[in-house]
């Protein structure tokens, strides 16, 4: 389900800061955040995020098609390790 037209998009407040903060002293550097469920503000365009997935932080560069998204939407969380061959040898003939 999505969230409703009357309340908005959620976006974590400590987060917004944080860009505005950068925005305001003209610096680039990687916002660290575990805030998967906040959505892309159009104000994050342009800007690094560490966001979390439950293991390690992963970067990721905003873009404007990225606008509406959630940020956990861009970071796996399941890592897949592919099936080994080794059970699957040929019998000696």
């Known amino acids: 389900m999505s969230r409703s ?9 400590k987060l917004l800061k944080k860009v505005e903060k950068l925005d305001a002293a003209g610096e680039k550097k990687a916002i660290k955040t575990w805030a998967r469920g906040s959505s892309v503000h159009p104000k994050f365009v342009r800007h690094k995020f560490l966001i979390h997935s439950g293991q390690k932080h992963v970067e990721v560069f905003i873009t404007e ?3 509406g998204h ?7 969380t399941r890592k ?11 019998p000696a003939a």
């Open 80 to 90: 897949f390790t592919s099936h080994s061959k080794r059970g699957y040898e040929k």
């Open 65 to 67: 098609t990225m606008v």
């Open 70 to 76: 959630k940020l956990g939407e861009f970071v796996k």
């Open 5 to 13: 037209i009357k309340k908005g998009p959620y976006v974590d407040a």
